[in-house]
């Protein structure tokens, strides 16, 4: 059974640095695009990065692309993709979620969410 599943979540002063990881099972993350979106209390779900199963590309929304917070990887090995997100800031506090797309398909598998939480 396809599986995503995030960790790496908590609580982290302002300025602070988290990593959070999205492994899969039950297949292959390879040729997936790979996507980290997050929901903050109160507020629609965002897509804010994510990295291409193809050539690994990535693109990264205008509400993470201020001075490389954020950074996305991949580690086929581990089947593994990580948000390494630096200089964290109250409002990116959220619940963020990763979600596996093939080519041309719409994102399909989630993960169950991990809380960040920044205190100011």
């Known amino acids: 059974q396809a599986q995503l599943v995030e960790s790496g979540g908590g609580l982290v002063q302002s300025g602070g640095s988290l990593r959070l990881s999205c492994s899969g099972s039950?297949?292959?993350?390879?040729?997936?695009?790979i996507g980290w979106f997050r929901q903050a209390p109160g507020k629609e779900r965002e897509g804010i990065i994510c990295?291409?199963?193809?050539?690994?590309?990535?693109?990264?929304a205008d509400s993470v692309k201020d001075r490389d917070r954020f950074t996305i990887s991949r580690d086929n090995a581990k089947n593994t993709v990580y948000l390494q997100m630096n200089s964290l800031k109250p409002e990116d506090t959220a619940v963020y979620y990763c979600?596996?797309?093939?080519?041309?398909?719409?994102?399909?598998?989630w993960g169950q969410g991990t809380q960040v939480t920044v205190s100011s």
């Open positions: 990295i291409s199963g193809s050539d690994g590309g990535t693109y990264y």
């Open positions: 979600a596996s797309r093939g080519p041309g398909g719409d994102y399909k598998y």
């Open positions: 039950g297949f292959s993350l390879d040729y997936y695009e």
